[in-house]
């Protein structure tokens, strides 16, 4: 639109000012021919030829200059080419984070269904059972992740320039008061998680941090792993996520329908289907269901 650019009213207005002047000249010239067609004399093709070149030139140069202005704005899309990086986020139950970070992939990178990313899992921890397996809650006891320390995350791999976009949706998650959205789950399973490669020193971690400021909240390295709730604290835990890696959650809990929010639906529940295909998601030898 129109508003988008800054500078977009003035280039705006330029063109249509040198629109203005060449349709002024086409009349001036139409004018000056029938004149001399009245009385007889004969027009100068010459001028007349000149002059409309110089008419055409004008709006020919005003709308190249137009489009080398939008041209040179930076595109919206970025460039996967360009390598991808994995992060996660947490805060509360992951079945609404995962959700609105597929919304995010969509909107933000335009992906399609085969392109998304974003799942389930743990993270925040820094143990698993002997044959590496985090998993949820079951009845057998089987590397519960919350006795293993870790956190309900949503990873996903990014281009490294969207990171800031992605953690604006992430601090969007947190209430007015900057709580999660379901405040009634508590324990460090459920605490608010930002994981990045390397934590505080990668580059995007400043603007990651401003954002964080600029909704209240405070971000706080941990170097220990297997930390407490945040509830009521309006704190987020960052890590270093090659040393706090992800652990894919259990199959069942992907592109799952939410208690605080109406079911997302059977083209949404279905993607895991897709995921599955794709090789994206995989089994984790996990408990299937508690």
Same mark, same amino acid.
């Given at each position: 639109?129109?508003?988008?650019?800054?500078?977009?009213?003035?280039?705006?207005?330029?063109?249509?000012?040198?629109?203005?002047?060449?349709?002024?000249?086409?009349?001036?010239?139409?004018?000056?021919?029938?004149?001399?067609?009245?009385?007889?004399?004969?027009?100068?093709?010459?001028? %007349?030829?000149?002059?409309?070149?110089?008419?055409?030139?004008?709006?020919?140069?005003?709308?190249?200059?137009?489009?080398?202005?939008?041209? %040179?704005?930076?595109?919206?899309?970025?460039?996967?080419?360009?390598?991808?990086?994995?992060?996660?986020?947490?805060?509360?139950?992951?079945? $609404?984070?995962?959700?609105?970070?597929?919304?995010?992939?969509?909107?933000?990178?335009?992906?399609?269904?085969?392109?998304?990313? %974003?799942?389930?899992?743990?993270?925040?921890?820094?143990?698993?059972?002997?044959?590496?397996?985090?998993?949820?809650?079951?009845?057998?006891?089987?590397?519960?992740?919350?006795? !293993?320390? $870790?956190?309900?995350?949503?990873?996903?791999?990014?281009?490294?320039?969207?990171?800031?976009?992605?953690?604006?949706?992430?601090?969007?998650?947190?209430?007015?008061?900057?709580?999660?959205?379901?405040?009634?789950?508590?324990?460090?399973?459920?605490?608010?998680?930002?994981?990045?490669?390397?934590?505080?020193? $990668?580059?995007?971690?400043?603007?990651?941090?401003?954002?964080?400021?600029?909704?209240?909240?405070? !971000?706080?390295?941990?170097?220990?792993?297997?930390?407490?709730?945040?509830?009521?604290?309006?704190?987020?835990?960052?890590?270093?996520?090659?040393?706090?890696?992800?652990?894919?959650?259990?199959?069942?809990?992907?592109?799952?329908?939410?208690?605080?929010?109406?079911?997302?639906?059977?083209?949404?529940?279905? !993607?895991?289907?897709?995921?599955?295909?794709?090789?994206?998601?995989?089994?984790?030898?996990?408990?299937?269901?508690?």
């Amino acid at each position: 639109s129109v508003d988008s650019h800054p500078n977009t009213m003035r280039i705006f207005f330029s063109f249509t000012a040198r629109l203005l002047i060449f349709i002024t000249g086409i009349r001036h010239i139409t004018s000056l021919s029938n004149s001399a067609q009245k009385n007889g004399l004969r027009q100068p093709q010459t001028a %007349s030829y000149s002059s409309r070149r110089f008419f055409i030139g004008s709006l020919a140069g005003a709308w190249a200059g137009l489009a080398s202005k939008f041209s %040179s704005e930076p595109a919206v899309a970025y460039d996967e080419t360009a390598g991808l990086t994995n992060v996660y986020f947490g805060v509360g139950c992951f079945w $609404h984070v995962q959700h609105e970070f597929i919304e995010a992939e969509r909107k933000i990178l335009g992906r399609s269904d085969k392109q998304l990313t %974003s799942m389930t899992g743990y993270a925040g921890g820094t143990k698993t059972d002997k044959e590496g397996r985090v998993c949820y809650h079951n009845f057998q006891g089987i590397a519960d992740y919350g006795k !293993l320390g $870790h956190g309900e995350v949503v990873g996903m791999s990014i281009p490294d320039a969207s990171i800031g976009d992605f953690a604006k949706e992430y601090f969007a998650l947190f209430g007015k008061n900057g709580e999660r959205a379901d405040p009634m789950d508590k324990g460090g399973e459920y605490r608010s998680i930002i994981g990045i490669p390397g934590g505080a020193t $990668h580059g995007k971690y400043p603007l990651v941090e401003a954002l964080a400021n600029q909704k209240g909240l405070k !971000l706080e390295v941990s170097t220990r792993g297997n930390d407490p709730d945040t509830l009521g604290k309006k704190l987020i835990y960052v890590y270093d996520s090659n040393k706090f890696p992800f652990h894919q959650a259990e199959i069942y809990h992907q592109f799952h329908d939410d208690f605080l929010t109406p079911p997302y639906g059977k083209t949404y529940n279905s !993607l895991v289907e897709v995921a599955l295909d794709d090789g994206l998601l995989k089994q984790t030898g996990c408990p299937d269901r508690f």
